[in-house]
């Protein structure tokens, strides 16, 4: 199984094809849209690996942006004991999530690619069919 070390919003994610992640939010909210990062800093398989220093010029990891959101709400809370006084604060971060369809090499070889997914078969098509019988 081939995988990838790419760099993106100031963290590493070690990535494989057809494998979905929450990173960073990026630039482009508009779900469908294709991704590419070029920052990838090694890449390879069980038997060899390609390290950069400290990128590998080239290689790149085609990706689709699944969704963007915000994450759960993290509540800031600081009290200062015999002074009444509190101030509570919250936060909401915000994140891209990315399913990862190909793993390019320097050389411009496709590494690994994710499976296309079947049209799921509609279930009222099913029970009709089952309900003639």
């Not at 920052?39 to 950069?52: P, Q, R, S, T, W």
């Amino acid at each position: 199984m081939s995988y990838a070390v790419i760099q993106t919003g100031g963290k590493q994610y070690k990535v494989k094809s057809g494998e979905i992640l929450k990173i960073e939010k990026l630039a482009d909210s508009k779900p469908e849209t294709k991704i590419e990062f070029k920052e990838v800093l090694a890449y390879g398989d069980d038997k060899i690996i390609e390290v950069g220093s400290p990128t590998v010029s080239g290689a790149k990891v085609e990706a689709e942006l699944v969704k963007s959101g915000k994450n759960r709400t993290v509540l800031i809370f600081k009290k200062r004991r015999r002074h009444n006084s509190r101030r509570k604060n919250g936060h909401r971060q915000e994140y891209s999530m990315i399913k990862i369809n190909k793993i390019f090499s320097k050389d411009g070889k496709v590494l690994s690619e994710a499976e296309k997914r079947a049209a799921p078969i509609k279930k009222k098509e099913a029970t009709a069919k089952e309900q003639k019988k």
